[in-house]
Nanobody
Framework: QVRLVESGGGLVQAGGHLRLSCSAS????????MGWYRQAPGRQRELVAV???????TYLDSVKGRFTISRDNAKNTVYLQMNNLKPEDTAVYYC???????????????WGQGTQVTVSS
């Protein structure tokens, strides 16, 4: 029963920037990985970036040097700073959070509703 609320998507021109935020709430005991995925029309969903509880980060090759993922553990929030955006970045971006629920200590894997990012040329 973990809810993820995403924000920050929108329409920008190529070369512009956006900052996505995703906040988790609910019966959370702890959070392990937090990440961002995206899905463009006609393409499969792909991992954009993920950050572990220890701070290890993995990026999709095509966004390296342009995107930065970070997290604020006190706020249960993960961010994706997207700079020098390109039209091929256009997609619905989904937040994903993995962790452990309170009381039951059962693993959870929650997804946000998705936020649209559109980059025009």
């Amino acid at each position: 029963q973990v809810r993820l609320v995403e924000s920050g998507g929108g329409l920008v021109q190529a070369g512009g920037h956006l900052r996505l935020s995703c906040s988790a709430s609910g019966s959370i005991y702890s959070i392990d990985a937090m990440g961002w995925y995206r899905q463009a029309p006609g393409r499969q969903r792909e991992l954009v970036a993920v950050i572990s509880s220890g701070g290890s980060i993995t990026y999709l090759d095509s966004v390296k040097g342009r995107f930065t993922i970070s997290r604020d553990n006190a706020k249960n929030t993960v961010y994706l700073q997207m700079n020098n955006l390109k039209p091929e970045d256009t997609a619905v971006y989904y937040c994903n959070v993995e962790g452990i629920l309170t009381t039951t200590l059962v693993d959870f894997d929650s997804w946000g509703q998705g936020t649209q990012v559109t980059v025009s040329s």
